[in-house]
């Protein structure tokens, strides 16, 4: 599907619809893209960070532009995936979620927390956002994920081929994945019923 059937698709159907049919669904492009087996990849590519997260297989998915081609944000004008794109990966996991957030509120107790407005407005829509450079402030918590998750990087990109900067976003449950996903694909529908 090409950018132009992407738009008129999300313009005649509903957010729901659009929710399911795209961030849900099995369908990876980053896969489809680099791989004959794209179905079996993605099960893989869930395995893999199941195992080395310690997460359930079915609270990981992939989102944003590596999965549809496309971005879905309203202020990116339908990018396409490109060699400077993130690689959006969902993790719900309500444990890990507080851990992440009560390391934040320490530190903020303390000492400047870089980034403290985008933080806060990430966990009040129920998620944080890491990736594997992000600052640790010494905090015990923030150290361990990040000594985790560089522990399978290089093996992570060896085996899927994946060499973009992975963007961890850590729901505390589906219905806040929902709901802020919900929130994008309005927003977009009504910037493309705003320009025609």
């Given at each position: 599907?090409?950018?132009?059937?992407?738009?008129?698709?999300?313009?005649?159907?509903?957010?729901?619809?659009?929710?399911?049919?795209?961030?849900?669904?099995?369908?990876?492009?980053?896969?489809?893209?680099?791989?004959?087996?794209?179905?079996?990849?993605?099960?893989?590519?869930?395995?893999?960070?199941?195992?080395?997260?310690?997460?359930?297989?079915?609270?990981?998915?992939?989102?944003?532009?590596?999965?549809?081609?496309?971005?879905?944000?309203?202020?990116?004008?339908?990018?396409?995936?490109?060699?400077?794109?993130?690689?959006?990966l969902i993790i719900v996991s309500r444990r890990l979620f507080y851990?992440?957030?009560?390391?934040?509120?320490?530190?903020?107790?303390?000492?400047?927390?870089?980034?403290?407005?985008?933080?806060?407005?990430?966990?009040?829509?129920?998620?944080?956002?890491?990736?594997?450079?992000?600052?640790?402030?010494?905090?015990?918590?923030?150290?361990?994920?990040?000594?985790?998750?560089?522990?399978?990087?290089?093996?992570?990109?060896?085996?899927?081929?994946?060499?973009?900067?992975?963007?961890?976003?850590?729901?505390?449950?589906?219905?806040?994945?929902?709901?802020?996903?919900l929130k994008g694909i309005t927003k977009l529908k009504n910037t493309?019923?705003?320009?025609?």
């Amino acid at each position: 599907m090409d950018k132009q059937e992407l738009v008129e698709h999300i313009k005649s159907k509903k957010e729901l619809d659009i929710y399911y049919d795209y961030l849900l669904g099995q369908e990876v492009w980053y896969f489809q893209n680099n791989g004959p087996d794209f179905s079996s990849d993605y099960d893989q590519f869930k395995k893999f960070i199941s195992r080395n997260l310690g997460i359930p297989f079915n609270n990981i998915s992939i989102v944003g532009s590596a999965k549809t081609r496309y971005s879905f944000s309203p202020s990116k004008n339908f990018s396409e995936f490109h060699e400077e794109s993130d690689f959006d990966l969902i993790i719900v996991s309500r444990r890990l979620f507080y851990d992440i957030w009560e390391a934040y509120r320490k530190i903020s107790n303390n000492q400047f927390l870089h980034g403290y407005e985008y933080k806060c407005g990430n966990v009040f829509n129920g998620f944080v956002s890491l990736k594997d450079d992000d600052r640790t402030y010494g905090n015990e918590t923030l150290e361990k994920w990040q000594k985790l998750i560089l522990s399978f990087k290089a093996e992570l990109q060896l085996k899927f081929n994946i060499q973009h900067e992975i963007n961890y976003r850590i729901y505390s449950d589906w219905e806040s994945v929902e709901a802020y996903h919900l929130k994008g694909i309005t927003k977009l529908k009504n910037t493309l019923d705003e320009t025609n």
